[in-house]
């Protein structure tokens, strides 16, 4: 059994899809929450100076999705051919663009913002505004199209669980939080959610995991 110590802020974030990965392999690690205060210190110590990281029994490995990958093909979540795991991965990346076109932590008003996550054009918004547009213009296409690429299916690829399921539960959990409306009108999608929520292991822990807005 490796030692694992997995190092990110008190948040669910980047790190959560790393958490349910080891909450569904029943996988012993340290959850490391640091605070900001330490931050600029623990920073300046990692190779690319961001996490999460993970360290392997002392080996150090950055990038969550990269991360997350190595652990889904462990626990058999990775898609069950290889064409499944392209789409499994095109999910988590679609998924993906989307989080990460939000400003989560500028600290200036005036931030540059993919005005839509389609189109690269920048546009200069507060940070509020561009939360407010991503969820308003952004999250209604990609919301769709997650709808009809899922389609009457129980998982978004192949006949099982994958951890695109995961992803989509972590990052819906967020988007929520910003907009509690946001999937008012998107019944499968937010069944999806409920058929991740219910598996046992991470029904557990949902249960324990400390609670943090995002
Ligand atoms: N693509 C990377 C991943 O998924 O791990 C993004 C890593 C990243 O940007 N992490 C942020 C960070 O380290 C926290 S979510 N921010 C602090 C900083 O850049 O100083």
């Given amino acids: 059994m ?3 110590k997995l190092v990110y802020f008190n948040l669910r974030g980047r790190a959560e899809i790393i958490r349910y990965l ?3 392999m029943d996988l012993k690690y340290e959850d490391r929450r640091i605070e900001p205060a330490d931050w600029p210190g623990i920073k300046s110590l990692l190779p690319f100076g961001k996490i ?3 360290e392997v029994d002392g080996v150090t490995l950055h990038q969550s999705l990269a991360i997350a990958r190595y652990f889904a093909r462990e626990a058999g979540l990775a898609g069950k051919s290889e064409l499944e795991q392209c789409q499994v991965d095109a999910v988590v990346d679609t998924l993906d663009d989307f989080m990460a076109a939000f400003p989560w932590d500028e ?15 920048t546009s200069s918004l507060s940070k509020e505004q561009a939360f407010s547009k991503l969820l308003a213009d952004g999250a209604p296409t990609l919301l769709r199209n997650l709808e009809t690429y899922l389609a009457e299916s129980e998982w978004l690829v192949g006949q099982s669980v994958t951890w695109a399921d995961f992803y989509w539960d972590i990052c819906s959990t967020t988007l929520l939080a910003l907009k509690p409306t946001l999937l008012d009108n998107f019944p499968t999608l937010v069944a999806l ?5 219910t ?3 991470i029904a557990a822990w949902i249960s324990r995991r400390p609670e943090t807005r995002l």
């Fill in 52 to 54: 999460p990281i993970l």
């Fill in 2 to 4: 490796p030692n694992l």
């Fill in 107 to 121: 600290k200036i008003q005036d931030v540059k913002l993919r005005s839509t996550v389609q189109e690269c054009r």
């Fill in 199 to 201: 598996i046992p292991a």
């Fill in 22 to 24: 080891f909450a569904y």
């Fill in 193 to 197: 959610r409920g058929r991740v929520q």
